[in-house]
T-cell receptor, first 113, second 111 residues
Framework: QQQVKQSPQSLIVQKGGISIINCAYE??????FPWYQQFPGKGPALLIA?????SEKKEGRFTISFNKSAKQFSLHIMDSQPGDSATYFC????????????FGAGTTVTVRA | DAGVTQSPTHLIKTRGQQVTLRCSPI?????VSWYQQVLGQGPQFIFQ???????GRGNFPDRFSARQFPNYSSELNVNALLLGDSALYLC??????????FGSGTRLTVV
């Protein structure tokens, strides 16, 4: 039973375009929402994270938007580059100190040059 | 600096066999977690160990077991392998029990 639902499954974007990945959750006890980036043959690497008391967080070209009332959050990749081609996972946990992450199913992003 | 090291990187086992996967955490990290990532899905939590004690267990059958050694390395054991156990097994380590760094995983194929 997946506690975090992620969409789309895959997307293709042109270089310089915007990639948008959406996630939704049901457990209102979730208090920490990280995004991970995974390249083929590698493990997931933490990209950016947000807590529900913040509606938006930006780090470089990556932005998380958070809608607590809708129980939804999204990742925007601005000015997408071929090096951004990877699988992205949203996740949730009961807090930043919680060891158990519940992951979405992943979105494979392909950036065409 | 060495990251989380997992071995072997790939292996093939037959249904019914047993397998042991190994993980060496980042130096100084006392906590290890294991995740199973089936192709096309997100990682699923299996176990967490902190200071050699099991602190958490996910929704996996008793065929899955793990342990952490005094040097904080860890092993994941899976008995009576099923075809559905084919997956990428990820180990992650942390100095404090959260904020994990993942290894590259062991790709297990059960035939």
């Amino acid at each position: 039973q997946q506690q975090v639902k992620q969409s789309p499954q895959s997307l293709i974007v042109q270089k310089g375009g915007i990639s948008i990945i959406n996630c939704a959750y049901e457990n209102t006890a979730f208090d920490y929402f990280p995004w991970y980036q995974q390249f083929p043959g590698k493990g997931p690497a933490l990209l950016i994270a947000i807590r529900p008391d913040v509606s938006e967080k930006k780090e470089g070209r990556f932005t998380i938007s958070f809608n607590k009332s809708a129980k939804q959050f999204s990742l925007h990749i601005m000015d997408s580059q071929p090096g951004d081609s990877a699988t992205y996972f949203c996740a949730a946990s009961l807090g930043i100190e919680d060891y158990k992450l519940s992951f979405g199913a992943g979105t494979t992003v392909t950036v065409r040059a | 600096d060495a990251g989380v090291t997992q071995s072997p990187t790939h292996l093939i086992k037959t249904r019914g066999q047993q397998v042991t996967l190994r993980c060496s955490p980042i130096s100084g990290h006392k906590s290890v977690s294991w995740y199973q990532q089936v192709l096309g899905q997100g990682p699923q939590f299996i176990f967490q160990y902190y200071e050699k004690e099991e602190r958490g267990r996910g929704n996996f059958p008793d065929r899955f077991s793990a342990r952490q050694f005094p040097n904080y390395s860890s092993e994941l054991n899976v008995n009576a392998l099923l075809l559905g156990d084919s997956a990428l097994y990820l180990c992650a380590s942390s100095p404090r029990g959260y904020g994990y760094t993942f290894g590259s995983g062991t790709r297990l194929t059960v035939v």
